[in-house]
């Protein structure tokens, strides 16, 4: 986010507000997103991934990614 320009960011917002939205859609609209976003207390991280760590977790979750794609081929 801090490398999209102010403008940008104001400009797609007035695109999501002048958007229809539709009720049976999976997320709202980015203006409301946004919104929502910018109303909470920001805190920095509590747990912060060096490189090794975050390769053990990615291969702890490796097993469970592969599934659904094993389970598409087989279908």
């Known amino acids: 986010m801090a490398s999209i320009p102010e403008h940008e960011i104001e400009r797609r917002r ?3 507000v002048l958007t ?3 009720e049976d859609q ?3 609209p980015t203006h409301l997103r946004r919104a929502a976003v ?3 207390e920001h805190h920095a991280a ?3 991934l060096d ?3 975050n390769k053990e977790v990615d291969a702890a979750l490796d097993p469970a990614r592969r599934r ?3 389970q ?3 279908g």
């Open 51 to 53: 490189v090794a760590r």
């Open 72 to 74: 598409f081929l087989r």
């Open 26 to 28: 999976t997320h709202p």
């Open 20 to 22: 229809a939205h539709a």
């Open 38 to 40: 910018e109303r909470r």
């Open 68 to 70: 659904p794609g094993r």
């Open 46 to 48: 509590a747990i912060v």
């Open 14 to 16: 007035r695109v999501s």
